[in-house]
């Protein structure tokens, strides 16, 4: 077995995965006007909301900069809003409005289409998530 071989890279394989299953959540997600990054802001907020940009960064695992302007394009589309902390004016709450609190109603049918579309036992789907997320946790000790 050749060590550098293409296809024996474990950086090769979740990349492609990761491309793979991201282009099947573009359909599913263009009719409610929101990206794959967008949706992972959504999915944290309705489990969490009202979130401090800091807090929703470390739960995305994103920086802020990068979360920064997927807030704006959300806010714009009137799915969010963004204020000041009463006790920190230097800290920015996010918060859901009634259309992006709404919005949860459609999202609960994207895990069930994913699943459909990937062909996938949702057990095998469980175990691989469980692996993925070992992989994480290895790689940002």
Same mark, same amino acid.
């Given at each position: 077995?050749?060590?550098?071989?293409?296809?024996?890279?474990?950086?090769?394989?979740?990349?492609?995965?990761?491309?793979?299953? =991201?282009?099947?959540?573009?359909?599913? !997600?263009?009719?409610?006007?929101?990206?794959?990054?967008?949706?992972?802001?959504?999915?944290?907020?309705?489990? $969490?909301?009202?979130?401090?940009?800091?807090?929703?960064?470390?739960?995305?695992?994103?920086?802020?900069?990068?979360?920064?302007?997927? !807030?704006?394009?959300?806010?714009?589309?009137?799915?969010?809003? $963004?204020?000041?902390?009463?006790?920190?004016?230097?800290?920015?709450?996010?918060?859901?409005?009634?259309?992006?609190?709404?919005?949860?109603?459609?999202?609960?049918? =994207?895990?069930?289409? =994913?699943?459909?579309?990937?062909?996938?036992?949702?057990?095998?789907?469980?175990?691989?998530?469980?692996?993925?997320?070992?992989?994480?946790?290895?790689?940002?000790?």
């Amino acid at each position: 077995m050749d060590p550098l071989s293409l296809e024996n890279q474990v950086c090769f394989a979740l990349a492609v995965a990761s491309r793979s299953v =991201i282009a099947l959540y573009r359909p599913v !997600l263009e009719p409610m006007g929101l990206t794959h990054p967008q949706y992972l802001v959504m999915l944290a907020l309705w489990e $969490r909301a009202p979130l401090s940009v800091k807090d929703l960064a470390g739960l995305l695992q994103l920086e802020p900069a990068t979360l920064s302007p997927l !807030l704006k394009r959300l806010e714009a589309a009137g799915l969010v809003e $963004r204020r000041r902390g009463t006790a920190d004016e230097r800290s920015l709450a996010v918060t859901l409005t009634d259309d992006g609190r709404a919005l949860r109603a459609q999202a609960e049918k =994207i895990p069930a289409t =994913i699943v459909e579309r990937l062909g996938m036992d949702v057990a095998e789907l469980q175990d691989l998530h469980k692996a993925l997320t070992r992989v994480i946790a290895a790689a940002t000790r």
